[in-house]
């Protein structure tokens, strides 16, 4: 009975050596024995879990929540410089396109001139139409080939689909073209159905006036007229346009009509220069 | 009715020790929550070991023990360790710090802060002798010594504040009040 207060009073006396030696040696077992969870304290980990991911869950969430508020301003003013960056690019990129579409038209027109300039029997010279002078006593365009390149004064200029006009005035590197249109051009001209000739004059807009068409001569609405290749300038055969109106001229003798020019100045940018002269068609 | 003065607090939980656990347990959660996830790279005091400290010289008891080996194990929890070292090495600490309390008094900021750097260090010893009996490479000198220097400068001012906070709770005099 003694020995056993004396072992209690030493028990109490000396408890906290004891607990904390028998802590110490659990805690030396959890951290020696094996990497399992069961030896190593399943329980007591599995406690914990339950509170230390919620906390850290907790922790990295309002840290998530700080960053992203921070982020979100940084990223606002970030976003006007990339949105510029972007337009720029959009821009580089729209232009690349409009570029690229034109380079394909230009290749397809090229394409189509080629192969009318090959059907031609006569020799001929590509160029480009590189200026507009259109005023109400001119009709008149630039094309970017000149003496140095064989062009001379009163060759004629088309394009596949028909008549544009003449040369008027040849530099070194470029030349001026009298348009059909133009007040002061004459084309020898020839109705396609019926055979009838006659000059188609630039009413000084953009259309023709077909002349010295007789009240008896066979024309209709719709008539196509070509160049009769009589003045020598233009080969014969060549679209000038299509007869749009026919009225009774004031003289009772011709027939006052009106035609539609076959090429629109306003949609080409190449022409066909023939560089051979004396054209004259063969009756 | 002296218990009418202590408070609410101390009515409902009359003993110290557990209150101190109770106190101590969450702030130590928050602590190595965030030291384990927003704070991983700065080097910040140890503050399990500084509670253990604290609890080890001003009153040891069983609970103190006790609160020991949870914060160790908390803090290996945390931080991914080998659970068990640092429960080992603070309970090993906390018997120690209660043996040498008979006869050193931490009383002054200076002895605070050397006692809490030495035993820092020797929890590295007892840490790393651990991790290399399990065959853990760990870099001691990198690691435990800075560990050690911050937490002991920190320590003063950190065990000053827990006696500010518990003198909020109770009217208990601690061995280091006076200080």
């Known amino acids: 009975m003694r020995s056993q207060k004396n072992v209690v009073s030493f028990l109490k006396k000396n408890q906290i050596i004891i607990a904390s030696l028998a802590l110490a040696l659990f805690s030396l077992h959890l951290a020696l024995t094996g990497r399992q969870e069961v030896e190593r304290g399943f329980i007591l980990r599995e406690i914990l879990s339950r509170t230390v991911s919620p906390m850290q869950r907790l922790m990295l969430g309002v840290q998530g929540s700080v960053k992203g508020v921070w982020s979100g301003y940084v990223n606002l003013t970030n976003v006007s410089e990339e949105n510029e960056r972007l337009r720029k690019t959009l821009t580089l990129v729209n232009e690349d396109n409009l570029r690229l579409k034109e380079e394909i038209n230009l290749a397809e027109r090229l394409k189509s001139i080629l192969e009318y300039k090959d059907q031609l029997p006569h020799k001929s010279k590509a160029a480009v139409i590189i200026g507009f002078n259109k005023e109400p006593w001119a009709r008149t365009v630039t094309i970017d080939k000149g003496a140095k390149d064989g062009i001379a004064k009163d060759l004629a200029v088309i394009n596949p689909i028909g008549v544009v006009g003449r040369v008027i005035d040849v530099n070194t590197h470029t030349s001026q073209v009298l348009l059909g249109s133009d007040l002061r051009s004459n084309i020898d001209v020839i109705v396609q159905r019926s055979r009838i000739k006659g000059v188609a004059e630039g009413n000084g807009t953009d259309g023709f006036l077909l002349k010295y068409i007789r009240q008896v001569d066979d024309v209709r609405l719709g008539d196509m007229v070509i160049t009769s290749g009589l003045s020598g300038v233009f080969p014969k055969g060549v679209a000038v346009g299509e007869v749009v109106k026919i009225e009774k001229g004031r003289d009772n003798f011709f027939k006052s009509i009106e035609v539609r020019p076959a090429v629109n100045i306003h949609q080409i940018e190449e022409v066909l220069v023939i560089t051979e002269t004396g054209l004259y068609a063969e009756e | 009715m002296p218990g009418v003065k202590r408070g609410f607090w101390v009515q409902i939980h009359p003993n110290p020790a557990m209150k101190e656990f109770l106190v101590f347990l969450p702030i130590t959660i928050v602590y190595l929550a965030l030291k384990s996830t927003i704070l991983v790279n700065l ?135 006076a200080n």
């Open chain 2, 43 to 177: 080097p910040l005091p140890d503050l399990p070991l500084i509670i253990v400290f604290y609890m080890a010289y001003r009153r040891p008891t069983i609970e103190g023990a006790l609160m020991g080996f949870v914060l160790g194990y908390l803090d290996d929890a945390f931080n991914g360790g080998i659970i068990g070292t640092s429960s080992f090495a603070l309970v090993v600490i906390f018997l120690a710090m209660h043996l040498l309390a008979k006869k050193v008094q931490f009383t002054t900021p200076a002895f605070r802060a050397g006692g809490v750097a030495v035993v820092a260090l020797i929890k590295g010893v007892l840490t790393y002798s651990v991790l290399r009996f399990a065959n853990v490479g760990v870099y001691f000198f990198t690691h435990v010594i800075l560990m050690s220097l911050v937490t002991g400068i920190l320590a003063p001012g950190i065990i000053t504040l827990f006696q500010r906070l518990f003198s909020l709770f109770g009217p208990e005099s601690f061995k280091g009040k």
